[in-house]
């Protein structure tokens, strides 16, 4: 009888320590998704960011609109004048040398422009890296994916591409993008997001 209890006792314990092994190698493996496309459209720093740039892009459209009339203006004078005439000639290289200097500044203020959109989104997508990053680490997620919620739109083809090429195709309760908003936001005036997600598997007290 003692035989048959230390050899069940030894079977239980060799399966409890199965079954503690099956847990640990299960460490890390929880899988989450986050909408990336909806955490830049509430991402409070970024969208100001952004929006400053609009404001310097629509100055210097003002700026340029006030250089085209300048050139409507010298086109005019120029009709006051008979070809060939050295007064002809004078206004003909001015407006030659104003279009020059007109086209060179949209040329550079739009590689400007194209450069600062470049380090805003850089930046920003390291602001989501990071707090990405530090939200799997502390929760043993193993893997996040990048997905989009947004509905396809039957009408549209560009949407519809969109759809059919999304790594994540099906998730339920993976979602963690409302608490990333909420790590980027924090400290800045919040915007309406998602219902807080859920992670099988893991508290709900964030």
Same mark, same amino acid.
């Given at each position: 009888?003692?035989?048959?209890?230390?050899?069940?006792?030894?079977?239980?314990?060799?399966?409890?320590?199965?079954?503690?092994?099956?847990?640990?190698?299960?460490?890390?493996?929880?899988?989450?998704?986050?909408?990336?496309?909806?955490?830049?459209?509430?991402?409070?720093?970024?969208?100001?960011?952004?929006?400053?740039?609009?404001?310097?892009?629509?100055?210097?459209?003002?700026?340029?609109?006030?250089?085209?009339?300048?050139?409507?203006?010298?086109?005019?004078?120029?009709?006051?004048?008979?070809?060939?005439?050295?007064?002809?000639?004078?206004?003909?290289?001015?407006?030659?040398?104003?279009?020059?200097?007109?086209?060179?500044?949209?040329?550079?203020?739009?590689?400007?422009?194209?450069?600062?959109?470049?380090?805003?989104?850089?930046?920003?997508?390291?602001?989501?890296?990071?707090?990405?990053?530090?939200?799997?680490?502390?929760? %043993? /997620?193993? !893997?996040?994916?990048?997905?989009? #919620?947004?509905?396809?739109? =039957?009408?549209?083809?560009?949407? &519809?591409?969109? *759809?059919?090429?999304?790594?994540?195709?099906?998730?339920?309760?993976?979602?963690?993008? %409302? /608490?990333? !908003?909420?790590?980027?936001?924090? #400290?800045?005036?919040?915007? =309406?997001?998602?219902?807080?997600? &859920?992670?099988? *598997?893991?508290?709900?007290?964030?």
């Amino acid at each position: 009888m003692r035989m048959i209890c230390t050899a069940t006792l030894v079977a239980l314990v060799f399966c409890l320590g199965l079954a503690a092994s099956g847990a640990s190698a299960q460490t890390g493996t929880n899988v989450a998704v986050v909408d990336i496309p909806h955490v830049f459209k509430n991402f409070t720093r970024f969208k100001q960011a952004m929006e400053d740039i609009k404001q310097d892009v629509d100055g210097f459209r003002d700026y340029m609109n006030e250089k085209q009339k300048l050139l409507r203006s010298q086109a005019e004078k120029l009709q006051l004048y008979k070809a060939g005439t050295e007064e002809y000639k004078e206004v003909e290289e001015s407006i030659a040398r104003l279009r020059m200097e007109v086209e060179l500044e949209r040329a550079k203020r739009q590689k400007d422009i194209m450069e600062r959109e470049a380090r805003v989104y850089f930046n920003a997508y390291r602001e989501v890296e990071a707090a990405v990053e530090a939200f799997a680490s502390e929760r %043993r /997620i193993g !893997l996040v994916l990048h997905y989009s #919620g947004e509905e396809m739109d =039957p009408n549209s083809r560009d949407s &519809i591409m969109q *759809g059919i090429n999304r790594v994540v195709v099906y998730q339920d309760r993976l979602d963690i993008t %409302r /608490i990333i !908003l909420d790590q980027l936001n924090r #400290g800045t005036p919040s915007t =309406p997001t998602a219902t807080r997600p &859920i992670i099988p *598997g893991q508290s709900t007290n964030y």
